[in-house]
Every structure is written in C-alpha cells, then in structure tokens.
C-alpha cells in the first residue's frame, strides 16, 4: 500500500505544479493586456511584483522584481517539482508491489 506520507507529496507535487501553471498564464495575461507585469492587489491597485521571504522574526520583502527572473523562477519551481514527482511515482511504485 502506498503510505500516506508518500501520497500526500504526490498530492503536493501536483498541486504546485497546477498553482505554478496558472500563475504563469496569469502573469502573461497581464503582459498581453498591460505590457507589463502589473497585477491588481486587494483594492484594485496595479502593482509590480513583490518577492516575500518569512522568516521567525518578521519577513523581508523585495519590491519591482524583473519580470523575466519571475518566469525564470516559477519556471524552475516547476520543473523541480516534476523531478520530484517522477521520484516520488518511483516510490509509490515500490510500496504498491
């Protein structure tokens, strides 16, 4: 039986991948309609992109992030994910038998 440790990163895996998908075509389709990366906040305000990283104190943010490290990093994310995924069917594979 394949562990529910294991199902869970399957499920984790994918559903990365799905978010990852669907913020790069967001992101393009505020390319094709404002020629820039200008995605509406909370109260309708076009704002650039923004990297956000917690920490156990507080967060630290960087504003006016370059568009093309964007895609460049969602698009890594998700191919990382997709390594892990064919390791992790690996595994599940291993477990069922």
């Known amino acids: 039986m394949i562990s529910q440790e294991t199902s869970r990163k399957i499920y984790n895996a994918h559903q990365q991948i799905k ?3 669907k913020l790069i075509a967001t ?3 505020s390319v094709d309609k404002y020629g820039d990366l200008l995605i509406a906040d909370a109260f309708g305000r076009r704002k650039g992109l923004e990297l956000h990283v917690p ?4 967060s630290w943010s960087v504003y006016g992030v ?3 490290l964007c895609f ?3 698009d890594a994310h998700i191919e990382g994910q997709r390594k892990l995924l064919a ?3 690996a595994i599940a594979a291993v477990e069922a038998a």
């Open 27 to 29: 992101l393009k389709e």
């Open 87 to 89: 390791e992790l069917n």
């Open 66 to 68: 370059p568009p093309e």
């Open 19 to 21: 978010d990852g998908e």
């Open 55 to 58: 920490n156990s104190e507080s």
């Open 72 to 74: 460049k990093i969602i």
